[in-house]
Every structure is written in structure tokens, then in C-alpha cells.
């Protein structure tokens, strides 16, 4: 009796683990889907569910590389990154640190890709199938505010 159950626990184990690295693999296959440009808006909502935070910010940080916006909404190619890490807002007499912004074609970029990683689920990726999808919401280009 107490080795069927070992075994089964085993078993249960193993399946875990199996499952766990499903999940993770698939999120790297989503962060490489998502490195291309043209992505279409429902594609790039499905597959959030699919994604963590740092598999998020790894999106963003590859695009960068690639000469991307880093929004996988945005097909804009963004040579001229500038060198600066910090900006001086004058009028403000403030001092901004634009490591992340820099890596957008524009602030609504900036601002939509922050918005949509705020949404991206925290939770464990292989517990994600007992979860409820999330309803992520995209930053509309109207509500652009400053470039
Ligand atoms: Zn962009």
C-alpha cells in the first residue's frame, strides 16, 4: 500500500515538474513570437496570458536590441536611440532617468507598454490553465499625451 502510494506521489511529481517546463518553454516560444514586427493586437493578447513580467521586460529588451520600439504592438524601427541615460526636465526642475523610455519610438509606446506589463499576470506560468483569463486592456492612441 505505502509503495503504490510513493509511486503515485511520484508520479505526481514528475507530471508537475513536466507541466512547469511546458509552461516555461512556451513562454520563451511567446518572447520570440512577439521579437517580430506586425503582430496583430488579439495575437499579442492571448499570448499574454502565456507570459510573466520578466518574460515581458525581456520582450521589451530585445526589441530595443533589434532596432525595435520595444511595444510589440509597434512596427517602428528606432535607430537613433539616444546616449544620454538622463533627461532634464527644465520647466519641471526635475531629473529623469530615460534608460526604460529610450527604448520607444514615442512616449505613447512608452507609456502603452508600461500599461499592458502593469497587467501581466504574476502568477506561476504552469498554474496559469486553473486561472481565469485576464482581461488586459490596450492604451488607445488617442489618449497620447506629449511626445
Ligand atoms: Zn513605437
Not at 115 to 140: A, C, G, H
Request: hydrophobic share 35%; charged share 30%; net charge positive.
Amino acid at each position: 500500500m505505502t509503495t503504490e502510494n510513493n509511486q503515485q506521489l511520484r508520479e505526481q511529481l514528475i507530471a508537475a515538474v513536466v507541466k512547469k517546463r511546458a509552461a516555461v518553454a512556451r513562454a520563451h516560444q511567446v518572447v520570440v513570437t512577439l521579437l517580430e514586427p506586425h503582430i496583430e493586437e488579439q495575437t499579442f493578447l492571448d499570448l499574454l496570458t502565456e507570459i510573466g513580467p520578466d518574460n515581458y521586460a525581456d520582450i521589451v529588451e530585445e526589441r530595443h536590441i533589434n532596432k525595435l520600439c520595444g511595444y510589440p504592438l509597434c512596427d517602428v524601427v528606432v535607430e537613433k536611440v539616444p546616449v544620454k541615460q538622463y533627461q532634464i526636465c527644465v520647466a519641471k526642475n526635475k531629473v529623469y532617468d530615460i534608460t526604460e523610455r529610450k527604448k520607444f519610438c514615442s512616449g505613447y509606446c512608452f507609456k502603452a507598454s508600461e500599461y499592458i506589463k502593469s497587467q501581466v499576470p504574476t502568477s506561476p506560468l504552469w498554474l496559469r490553465d486553473k486561472e481565469p483569463k485576464p482581461n488586459f486592456r490596450l492604451m488607445r492612441r488617442e489618449k497620447e499625451i506629449g511626445k
